[in-house]
């Protein structure tokens, strides 16, 4: 690489890291106070990008931008009001799963305003061209893009230290318990936070509308990258997801320039972790509170009672017996069920006595098979 | 016990045998997750479904469609597919969408001995390498569109080639088919520069870039869809089309056209389907019959699903029996008529003759079309015979 394709790949990921920034820093505020993980943080910031190409015939591009924004925003804290609210105190698993269905519904009511073709948006106005760079063309948006990730970043910055909310956001992010028993009212607090971050997933697609097209595939791919670098980052940390974030994003723009662009998808998971084993806790994060009150590990197996262990035996005759009589179909259908069964008691080893919550735990199936 | 009971309803529930007197297609496709292909396939599928049933049906006897969603990964196809065979007791299996879970079906096809026909697939494999005595497949392949494309790369006379693809089966056999009948065509041909962005992530602003440094005199492509319009437009801000031809496969299909709108990169040689501009008299009555039941233009995949439903009501007709064995004999070599004209389908590999346009892209009004296109048949671009024996291990 000459040194001009050196300085141009350098801006290609900058404008990236802007770009994924926007939408881990919600994803990150979220966790650090609420501890939800929101699987549906990719749907947000898919429906800015649809809500922005949708108003931007009407209303014009930059004010679609705000438009979207808005409607994300709203629409988030109706979620968290009707749903999260409800679910702050149940286990990390029915968390996942209740936003995980919010993408579903999300993605099937994407299908049904939009219809199941990509939508290409327009450009933005005033920045439609290239401007010329070491001699070669770089898309004057991109600059854009560059200038506003660390203008967001300050804003937040300023937010979180300079304001009496952003003090008990950050309160509440190090001590939950502590801040509540404190007096500080974390109902509103809550909503607060996950609206900001809402805002900031629908601004983050509604900017990336220029760049790309608005598709249904945009939820999960946004989302595992954000959560790389959220993670990469440290929990709950803004400044750790702006530096995970430049990481990243440079990483990816100087394989694609070296010629290794096969590795991308996995190098951003190669980034996450080399700095995991060398800081547990991401870049810039700290270690969780202690959760306070009785651990909650649960027993493994409880005893079995003798009509456990019959009724046991007798499933286990039905089923050895069941190819003799059932049909094909069954067949297929009982093994799946075996297989998902094993795989429950798997994951249930892991989680309940382990205590672990693993998310990778389909990866192992996928080895396996 | 609970489980135990349920385990037993759903026993008595599936071994008891549906009767039925019509004549069921087992169809099983990606329609969650490639709806923009797919809408307008299911739409064509349903408008032939229509006409063949008024006509009287087939044999005397009414043709059902029986359609199942397949996850678009090969485990839950592979169970779909059991779940048409064995439960709702189809004659036929069609459908699938990607390469990898068309051939997982193919595969279990053959195990279960079932008339498989793959309608979108285009992995060479399904056909070659696994194709096995019951999958037959519809749409021209990987190899033949890109065939299609080779004598039009090879007259330009660029030496410098660059190559860009979407990182799995259909982009990878894309480029190793246009590196090897390209230098065929044209020996001494250059390949610079190579990115394998993964489907539906490519990052186009460093992968134009990238490109770019290498200073092709022409580009090959397979991207399409959401990766296609990303990289059309970063090229178009960054001029990487100002001294470049590009080559892209699929590109002219009004699903990935459509949405380009104004940014559709003029004198682009693509394959695709030129829907307005077709004037065939099979064409013109497809398009007016498609567009009063549906109020829509038809798209590539409105082609595919119509063609498919016709062509099992084809074979069966001719096999006069809805036996698998009898249907696959039937269906090879059998002759029929499509919107794009009249298709055969091979008897040594399997594969339909229904071609493709070959044209390049051009802005009329704000929109993309082709234009200078022409119609390839799928029969002039095969390998021989006795390569793909050989492939086929027969």
Known sequence: MSGSAVLLQFLNGLAGASSLFLVAAGLSLIFGVTRIVNFAHGSLYMLGMYVAVWS???????????????????????????????????????QL??????VLVIRDFALWAWGPEDMLGPRAPGLRGAVEIAGRAFPQYDLLLIVLGPLIFLFLHLLLTKTRWGILVRAATEDREMAGALGVNQRWLFTGVFVLGAALAGAGGALAVPREPASLEVDLSVISDAFVVVVVGGLGSIPGAFLAALLIGEVKAFCIGL????ITL????????IVLVLRPSGLLGRPQAVARGPAALQPMLGQFSSKAILSLVLLVGVLAALPAFAADYTLVLMGDILVFALFAVSLHFIMGPGGMLSFGHAAYFGLGA | MKLVHTVLMAAVLVTSPALSQNIKLGELNSYKVFPAFLEPYKKGMELALEEINSGGGVLGRRLELVTRDDGGTPGDAVRVAEELISRERVNVLMGTFASNVGLAVANLANQRKVLFLASEPLTDKIVWENGNRYTFRLRPSTYMQVAMLVPEAAKLKKKRWAIVYPNYEYGQSATASFKKLLSQAQPGVEFVAEQAPALGKIDAGAVVQALAEAKPDAVFSSLFAADLQKFVREGNTRGLFRNTTVFNLLAGEPEYLDPLKDETPEGWWVTGYPWSEIATPEHRKFIAAYRKRWNDYPRQGSVVGYTAVHAVAGAIKKANAVETEKMVEALKGLQMQSPFGPIVWRAVDHQSTMGAYVGQLAKKGGKGTMVNWRYADGARFQPSDEEIRKLRKE
Request: glycine residues 8%.
């Open chain 1, 266 to 273: 996995a190098v951003e998971f190669i980034v996450m972790a």
């Open chain 1, 56 to 94: 931007a015939g009407t209303l014009g591009f930059w004010a679609a931008v705000l438009a979207a924004t808005a409607t994300v925003a709203l629409l988030g804290l109706v979620l968290e009001m009707l749903l999260l609210r409800r679910i702050y105190r149940a286990p990390e698993l029915l």
């Open chain 1, 259 to 262: 010629g290794y662009s096969k």
């Open chain 1, 97 to 102: 799963l209740a936003t995980f269905a919010l």
